[in-house]
């Protein structure tokens, strides 16, 4: 597949900032968060905002044990029982009361503070088993987690948030989701990025980045996309 992603590549430090930064985002929405918020719906059909906060803490704390087992030289799977046990603790949290969920969430968050901040330049090529990855892919994958599900949560940030770092790297990430046998460019309206994934039938779909990385991630954009007609991924040949 032919790429060309300008500014898709982001340093580990700028990851471990940018981590802070979400970290903290979420943190500001939990003193308000009221048991009734919670159980309204998320952007995620069949998601309450509650499932969804549950979510972020059990993948983040997830991603943050693959940061301390890394750190001593080891190993170790993402979920211990895998997926089901990951929906199951997703099932018997979302319900929690505001407080209990909020607190059981700032709890989290300063443990995968602690986690990611103890990282060091050295440390992000160390190997981690999520996805055969390394310490660097593994940060990623909590920045992806964090910022994605803050907006699916309904609590006030959007996909219009996103840094256009944040921007280019998903849909740098997200490019393999894209269909064979086209040339896909996605021109940025409101920076200088384009980017060209693929060979085959030309197609272009244009609009700001963070409305292209929605898309990509298969959230709703903002405002219409334009260029070629553009049907959803799921709709691709």
Not at 60 to 73: D, S
Not at 149 to 156: E, M, P, R, S, Y
Request: glycine share 8%; hydrophobic share 40%.
């Amino acid at each position: 597949m032919a790429v060309t992603t300008p500014n898709s590549t982001f340093p580990p430090a700028d990851t471990q900032a940018a981590l802070t930064t979400g970290q903290n985002r979420l943190r500001a929405l939990l003193p308000t968060l009221t048991d009734e918020a919670l159980r309204a719906p998320s952007a995620l059909p069949g998601w309450t905002r509650g499932h969804v906060l549950t979510h972020i803490e059990g993948v983040g704390l997830a991603l943050a044990r693959q940061a301390r087992y890394a750190l001593r030289g080891a190993q170790v799977d993402l979920y211990d029982g895998g997926r089901p046990a990951r929906d199951a603790a997703i099932e018997a949290g979302h319900g929690r009361p505001a407080a209990q969920l909020s607190s059981a969430l700032e709890e989290a968050l300063d443990e995968i503070e602690a986690s990611w901040s103890a990282v060091e330049p050295t440390d992000w090529t160390r190997p981690v088993r999520h996805r055969d990855g390394t310490l660097e892919t593994a940060a990623q994958a909590w920045w992806r987690e964090l910022e994605i599900h803050t907006a699916d949560a309904l609590l006030g940030p959007t996909p219009r948030d996103w840094t256009l770092p944040f921007c280019a790297h998903l849909i740098t990430y997200l490019s393999p989701r894209l269909p064979h046998g086209h040339r896909v460019t996605l021109t940025a309206t409101d920076n200088d990025d384009s980017w060209t994934f693929g060979e085959g039938r030309p197609v272009t779909v244009t609009g700001p980045a963070a409305d292209l990385a929605a898309w990509l991630a298969g959230r709703h954009p903002s405002t219409p996309l334009t260029g070629d007609p553009i049907p959803p991924l799921s709709e691709w040949p």
